[in-house]
């Protein structure tokens, strides 16, 4: 169930209503050209030879079998792909070097070490194994703490150490806060790597013309319309003779912005034999070798607190395992400090980071972007903390609360925080929940010997990111701080039919529901009339997409804009064939007509006629056509100053959420089942009730896997991934899941069209920390204190076990 | 190049008649030599129910199943639900009213595992539908509205058997209506 509380003055008519989604028929009947439907004439496919090793010298590679095989085409190496195509772009500042197939070295389990295309995908598989690769096995870093020794191997010979960037960051007076506690409240956690796993893989098409030295290409990027000059980079080919086409997603979460190793290699094999060729990463391939992993942190972290249980000080120290690459920098740290403080009144801040290469695949994206461990290791630390001092947890919260009459309110790090109402959402959430029955269920269990616990967590959800947090630890950063625009074009034809066009891709989630009630409330036509569509790169469409739940809030200011611009016209080109003042002419219902005084009037279609084949000349700066492109660039943000002591806003739309998770633990088999789901969000104006539902329970769902199940496991000596399909790697299942309650406030963003807010992360920025924080309280009286995710039957039997020896 | 073998196969009520390799997977058969792209591959690896097809009306992972092995049978796609005029199926239908869907890449195993369901079980409960889609995964949805979704076709279906109705066609208007 979701409701919502809304103002009773409220008075649009679309913004804000379960609108059903205009995505669902093509997705409902297989009909919605996904990577893998796209089939062009003479089409090849691809297949790509993966390390066995996690680190290794390629001492040479034979490739003469398998180009004997009738079907094959091309076979290319490290060497002959670097013959066509330039190392991927990284945006870090120190050199590390990213091929997608790897030449001479290979650093991580699954690193490509040759790629085929053949005439179908079997053939393909065939001619992988025909491949005969020698290889001289390298240790093997599997432990980051280890890898940070001097005396360690290191992952690449262009840096001095494998901690690849290293900085202490202090904003507040950090020190003195710590003098002056009462107490300090310390927590070693662990947060182990997880991915983000979408039902479809990564995927491409590219077709390569060596006359027009041209390339198109099909893919399912996010980042097609906001770094195609990035691909055109990798791929040797002009920006301008660059055509990267959209298709429909089949899931991302973060995972797949750029997906430059499968574009990458599907266009080296393209340019090697001037035929279109198809590459679908399978399974094995997306586990082992997408970049979709997120954070793997180790944190040593503090809390100073007064007596009264006042919020002083924060301390973090993080080593954080990035794998053997850094092609995102520091960027899911620049993430986090956007929200460290959570929502509380902390007034200083130590961040000390460590990010070690080892040989793993490197981390990307994946929702949360960083800031989900960064709430665990809050929502550990405030709990301790209330367990320490004997302050009642919800109390403790309350106390240090940021308060509604406080925003904007700027946090050490330098970003704002809009609006929000925090102690509203706990006090409903608590209601909702009905706190007292399942206390009452808990005493009756534990009676019987059973072990009920009710989970409690109050944490931000930062919206609408910046993409200056990838490169803004640095003290010269690579690039400067950036707009992140969104985009949108609308047209209205000569019979008013209207059209959007938009640069952002269908990630599975609704960005043509949210054009089409943008639009529909400007005009005050129904959304089913709004045709919308998504545009290649060619359209010039600027678009950072889906990511840092930002789409909605940017998607809907670009709409808005350009479907003002156009109105405005119509405005002035119905007021011209009227012979009125365009200020007297307003567009009720999808009608031109007379302000206050409905009389003479004229229809979209008599609008869309005259501006399109009958304009007049009554204004010369105007020529023909109803058509405006409107860029929204990011509402707010302001740069970092020169050292670092004030990041700026750049993540300043900030939702909020409270989560009671309900749990059983069994102490026997370690087993957590979760018996109820409480949640009240805030995310600012809910642009569609059923769709921000469908996001958050998601994110919840997500979040259960993070707490109970999700982890990428290494051998710890040969660094072999012991997780490399869904049988190893568990994700949730519908019997994981319990009946989510799902309630929102509205506190509106004053940044924002409409006051929206981002949602897209919250559910699984807040449920991992939520469901510890159950779990702590379930086995209280056995001592356990949960500080590693995740929470493994086998992890909750070892905690109990290391619990009962401790004197 | 292997050997072919031949496989008489009814699909969506389309008899065919092919040769095809012994290693062809039916999911692989259905895609490419009959170019219906509605059946999704997620795994590879029978883990993930994406490619869920009906096979003589049993839910089968079309990723698991040579086409070899299927000579003589039946088989049942995503692309036989919905109505060629555009009409939606009652179970695809009680999907986006319920926002049983988010990118919609698992749906057709989802949608296929419910037909077969409801075929059995006309009117499902929440337990239902766990035990019969508990092995698809989802990494969208949280699955809660995935079992409304199931159980909302049930009743749909219901209806119109008890009112003799065919399932009503879905306008645009009705597409764009606002729900409590």
């Known amino acids: 169930m979701s409701t919502v509380e809304r103002p009773a003055a409220e008075t649009r ?66 060497a002959t792909a670097a013959e066509l195509v330039d190392p991927m772009p990284a945006f870090c500042a120190e050199p590390v070097e990213q091929r997608a197939i790897a030449v001479d070295r290979v650093r991580f389990p699954g690193e490509a070490v040759a790629a085929v295309a053949a005439t179908d995908r079997y053939i393909a598989e065939d001619a992988c194994a025909r491949i005969r690769v020698e290889y001289e096995v390298l240790p093997a870093l599997v432990d980051p703490v280890a890898a940070m020794d001097p005396s360690a191997t290191r992952v690449h010979e262009t840096l001095d150490s494998n901690v690849v960037f290293h900085r202490t960051l202090d904003w507040g007076d950090v020190d003195a806060d710590l003098a002056r506690a009462h107490t300090i409240v310390r927590s070693s956690a662990r947060w182990h790597r997880m991915g983000a796993h979408p039902i479809e893989t990564a995927g491409a098409v590219a077709s390569w013309d060596p006359f027009s030295q041209s390339m198109t290409m099909w893919s399912n990027s996010n980042f097609i319309n906001f770094l195609p000059w990035a691909f055109a980079g990798i791929l040797r080919v002009s920006t301008n003779r660059l055509r990267m086409i959209p298709c429909t ?42 970049d979709n992993v997120g954070c793997d942190r180790i944190y040593d972290a503090e809390l100073a607190l007064a007596e009264d249980g006042e919020m002083l000080g924060l301390v973090l120290r993080i080593i954080d395992d990035y794998g053997a690459y850094f092609q995102f920098a520091h960027g899911q740290h620049g993430n986090a400090v956007a929200q460290p403080v959570g929502p509380y009144r902390i007034g200083s801040l130590r961040y000390d980071v460590s990010c070690v290469l080892t040989n793993k695949v490197q981390q990307g994206f994946f929702r949360g972007a960083g800031a989900d461990p960064g709430n665990f290791i809050l929502e550990r630390l405030v709990d301790k903390a209330a367990l320490e001092m004997g302050i009642d947890r919800v109390e403790l919260r309350r106390r240090n609360f940021i308060r509604p009459d406080q925003f904007p309110y700027k946090i050490p790090t330098g970003n704002i925080y809009d609006s929000g109402d925090y102690e509203a959402v706990l006090d409903r959430a608590l209601e909702i929940a009905g706190l007292d029955r399942w206390r009452a269920e808990q005493e009756r269990l534990r009676a019987e010997g059973r072990y009920l616990g009710i989970g409690l967590a109050s944490c931000q959800e930062r919206s609408g990111y910046n993409a200056s947090e990838w490169w803004s630890f640095y003290d010269e950063p690579p690039l400067p701080a950036t707009s992140t625009p969104e985009s949108c074009k609308i047209d209205v034809d000569a019979m008013g039919g209207v059209r959007a066009t938009i640069g952002c891709p269908l990630w599975g989630n609704s960005p043509e529901t949210v054009v089409g009630q943008v639009v529909a409330e400007e005009f005050g036509i129904d959304p089913s009339a709004v045709s919308v569509v998504y545009a290649d790169s060619t359209i010039g469409a600027i678009s950072a997409g889906p990511g840092g739940s930002r789409v909605t809030i940017m998607l809907s200011g670009a709409t808005r804009g350009a479907a003002r611009t156009v109105k405005d016209k119509m405005i002035r080109v119905a007021a011209s064939a009227m012979e009125m003042d365009p200020e007297d002419v307003e567009c009720v219902d999808g009608v031109f007509r007379a302000k206050g005084a409905p009389g003479t009037s004229m229809t979209m279609a008599e609008v869309g006629m005259k501006a399109h084949l009958f304009h007049d000349g009554t204004d010369e700066a ?66 569609n009730p059923a769709l921000v539902e469908g996001q958050v329970v998601g994110g919840i769902v997500q979040g259960i896997g993070a707490a109970l199940m999700e982890e990428y496991s290494y051998g710890a000596t040969d660094g072999a991934l012991e997780t490399p399909t869904f049988r190893e790697y568990l994700l949730p299942s519908m019997h994981e899941v319990p009946e989510i309650v799902l309630e929102h406030l509205e506190t509106p963003s004053p940044f924002t069209t409409y006051g929206v807010k981002g949602v897209g992360e919250g559910g699984r920025l807040v449920a991992p920390t939520a469901i510890a924080s159950a779990v702590d309280d379930a086995l209280r009286p056995l001592g356990v204190w949960v500080d590693e995710l995740p929470m493994t039957p086998e992890r909750v039997v070892g905690m109990i076990a290391d619990a009962q020896r401790r004197p | 190049m292997p050997d072919e073998v031949r496989v008489r196969i009814t699909v969506n009520g389309t008899r065919h008649d092919l040769r095809t390799e012994p290693r062809t997977l039916l999911a692989d058969l259905l895609r490419n030599d009959l170019a219906l792209p509605g059946t999704h591959l997620g795994c590879e690896q029978g883990v993930c129910g994406a490619c869920t097809v009906l096979v003589d009306d049993v839910a089968t992972r079309s990723c698991l199943v040579f086409a070899a092995q299927l000579d003589g049978a039946s088989v049942r796609t995503v692309e036989s639900l919905a109505g060629a005029d555009g009409t939606l199926h009652p179970i695809q239908r009680a999907f986006t009213e319920e926002h049983g869907l988010q990118c919609g890449f698992c749906t057709p195993g989802m949608l296929m595992g419910a037909c077969e369901l409801l075929e059995r079980v006309p009117e499902p409960r929440r337990e239902d539908v766990e035990e019969a889609l508990g092995g698809n995964l989802c990494r969208c949805t949280g699955y809660q509205n995935i079992v409304r979704s199931v159980c909302a076709a049930g009743r749909l279906m219901a209806g119109q058997a008890s009112d003799g109705q065919t399932s009503d066609g879905q306008t645009s208007d009705e597409q764009s209506g606002v729900r409590a």
């Not at chain 1, 993966?50 to 091309?74: K, M, N, W």
């Not at chain 1, 998770?661 to 409480?678: C, K, Q, S």
Request: hydrophobic letters at 40%; one cysteine or more.
């Open chain 1, 13 to 78: 008519r679309w913004v804000g209503q379960s609108v059903a989604r205009k995505e669902d028929p093509k997705l409902l009947t297989g009909r919605a050209g996904f990577i893998g439907d796209v089939v062009l004439p003479g089409m090849l496919h691809g297949a790509v030879l993966r390390s066995p090793h996690a680190h290794a010298r390629i001492v040479s590679i034979d490739t003469s079998e398998a180009e004997a095989l009738p079907g094959v085409v091309v076979v290319l190496t490290g």
């Open chain 1, 249 to 290: 997603v089949g899931g991302s979460f973060g995972s797949k912005h750029l997906i430059t190793k499968v574009v990458s290699i599907t266009g080296a094999l393209s340019k090697a034999c001037g035929r279109p060729v198809q590459y679908l990463e399978d399974r094995a391939d997306n586990v082992a070798a997408n």
């Open chain 1, 622 to 687: 105007e020529s023909s056509g109803l058509v405006a492109v409107y860029t929204y660039d990011h509402p707010y943000f302001t740069p970092p100053s020169a050292d670092r002591s004030d990041l700026g806003a750049f993540y300043p739309m900030v939702s909020h959420a409270c989560h009671i998770p309900i749990v059983e633990v069994d102490p026997e088999t370690g087993e957590v089942t979760l018996r109820a789901y409480y949640v009240v969000n805030d995310c600012g104006t809910v642009m």
